[in-house]
């Protein structure tokens, strides 16, 4: 059964740094373009970041551009986003995705990031 799996959420100081894995089970990892959103309360889910499988090309929404960086461990089928600098305004929980063109599309169950003093 194909499932991803989240880790690393938890509750940090502003300015502080968290990394959020995401452990994918019974498909492989490298074939997928895959990306991490988020959704605060009372917010539409938002796309954070994202790479692509074919060409390695990332993409990283305006307001985590040189504070976020998105990568993946092929060996360990897992996917990762390493947060710097976080600010209150990242609170949310945050899902990470595995597309497959069309025909395949996973999610995690999300992990909750507060960023609170």
């Known amino acids: 059964q194909a499932q991803l799996v989240e880790s690393g959420g938890g509750l940090v100081q502003p300015g502080g740094s968290l990394r959020l894995s995401c452990a994918a089970s019974?498909?492989?990892?490298?074939?997928?373009?895959v990306g991490w959103f988020r959704q605060a309360p009372g917010k539409e889910r938002e796309g954070v970041s994202c790479?692509?499988?074919?060409?390695?090309?990332?993409y990283y929404e305006d307001s985590v551009k040189g504070r976020f960086a998105i990568s993946r461990d092929n060996t360990k089928n897992t996917l990762y986003l390493q947060m710097n600098s976080l600010q209150p305004e990242d609170t949310a929980v945050y899902y990470c995705?595995?597309?497959?063109?069309?025909?395949?599309?996973?999610w995690g169950q999300g992990t909750q990031v507060t960023v609170s003093s």
């Open positions: 995705r595995a597309r497959f063109g069309d025909r395949y599309d996973y």
């Open positions: 019974g498909f492989t990892l490298r074939y997928h373009d």
């Open positions: 790479t692509s499988s074919s060409d390695g090309s990332t």
